[in-house]
């Protein structure tokens, strides 16, 4: 039985994992699936498709922590412009 | 002439001045300020924090006051004051712990949390 409160947390910690990318554009992106992967499936009630929803949301967390560790061992050497302050 | 060499010889002489102050005195008096951290100003706070809710996605900007709850004022969920606290984060540069985040459900909470935190910066 999955409880709110671990589906916050599983929100909260793949948004943590996703932010150690040092790459702008996937950093982006991971944020993005995350958030709306949540969203898609907040109104669900049958217990079945919650574990599941759970389920594959805790594969992608193993995923996100493997890829960072990739992504770290090639850096990107100059900063996206995106990430840019305006002045 | 040989006199003055051999005197130079057992001569030793400072040819760099020393430092007014010694140096670990000085070392060590940064190091404590920086150790001893600092909190920041509560107005300031509240107003890169209101910045941060107001550029939200969902959220109405003329809605957004001090006392503003997340939930009952600004019709956000859960998953929405997770995404506001991780962008309080990154604005803040420090980790906000889970037990913590989950209690902060209001732009006040927010404030007072952040404001007595000594690694915000």
């Known amino acids: 039985m999955v409880d709110k409160g671990q589906v916050i947390s599983l929100c909260r910690s793949l948004l943590r994992a996703g932010r150690q990318y040092p790459d702008y554009n996937i950093r982006e992106y991971t944020k993005r699936m995350t958030l709306d992967g949540f969203r898609m499936n907040k109104n669900l009630t049958d217990h079945s498709k919650v574990e599941e929803a759970y389920a594959e949301g805790k594969k992608q967390m193993e995923v996100v922590e493997r890829v960072v560790k990739v992504y770290l061992a090639y850096p990107p050497k100059t900063k996206n412009i995106m990430e840019l302050k305006l002045q | ?121």
Not at chain 2, 1 to 17: G, T
Not at chain 2, 104 to 117: E, N, T
């Open chain 2, 1 to 121: 002439m040989a006199a003055r060499n051999a005197l130079l010889r057992h001569l030793r002489v400072n040819v760099n001045p020393s430092p007014a102050l010694p140096f670990t005195t000085v070392l060590l008096r940064r190091f404590s300020e920086e150790v001893r951290g600092s909190f920041l100003d509560k107005s300031d706070v509240t107003d890169r924090v209101i910045s941060i809710v107001k550029n939200f996605q969902t959220v109405d900007p003329s809605k957004v006051a001090p006392k503003a709850h997340f939930h009952n004022d600004l019709g956000l969920d859960s998953l929405d004051s997770v995404e506001v606290v991780m962008a309080l984060e990154e604005e803040f540069g420090f980790e906000i712990p889970d037990n913590d985040a989950d209690k902060i459900q209001s732009v006040d909470l927010a404030v007072d949390f952040i404001a007595s935190h000594p690694q915000a910066t």
